[in-house]
Nanobody, 120 residues
Framework: QVHLVESGGGAVKAGGSLTLSCGAD????????FAWFRQSPGKEREKVAM????????SYHASVKGRFTITQDYAKATVYLQMNSLKPEDTAKYYC?????????????WGQGTQVTVSS
């Protein structure tokens, strides 16, 4: 189990930008895939972006494609989510998660979440 620490949430106006960070205590060892999820009241949890650590290959939910970018800094054991052109519908609590086997299995490590609020 890896301890994940999220930061970077806040309140911004529509069209603005924000960067979220997810630090993995102890490094990326035995964790092959990281993802950002989001959830708002009354809505189901949604996987926003995912990154395959060995190659940095990213994938995105259609709703954020072209606006969000997921990256990693292996030396710092940190995954980032750069969010541009933010919309009110992006408002949610964002969670960082990791899993050890592939990018399609269960995510076993979760951060505490960080709130992102986008006003119109």
């Amino acid at each position: 189990q890896v301890h994940l620490v999220e930061s970077g949430g806040g309140a911004v106006k529509a069209g603005g930008s924000l960067t979220l960070s997810c630090g993995a205590d102890g490094g990326f060892y035995s964790r092959i895939c990281f993802a950002w999820f989001r959830q708002s009241p009354g809505k189901e949890r949604e996987k926003v972006a995912m990154i395959y650590i060995p190659t940095s290959e990213p994938s995105y939910h259609a709703s954020v494609k072209g606006r969000f970018t997921i990256t990693q800094d292996y030396a710092k054991a940190t995954v980032y989510l750069q969010m541009n052109s933010l919309k009110p519908e992006d408002t949610a609590k964002y969670y960082c998660a990791a899993q050890p086997t592939n990018c399609y299995g269960d995510f076993v490590d979760w951060g505490q979440g960080t709130q992102v609020t986008v006003s119109s």
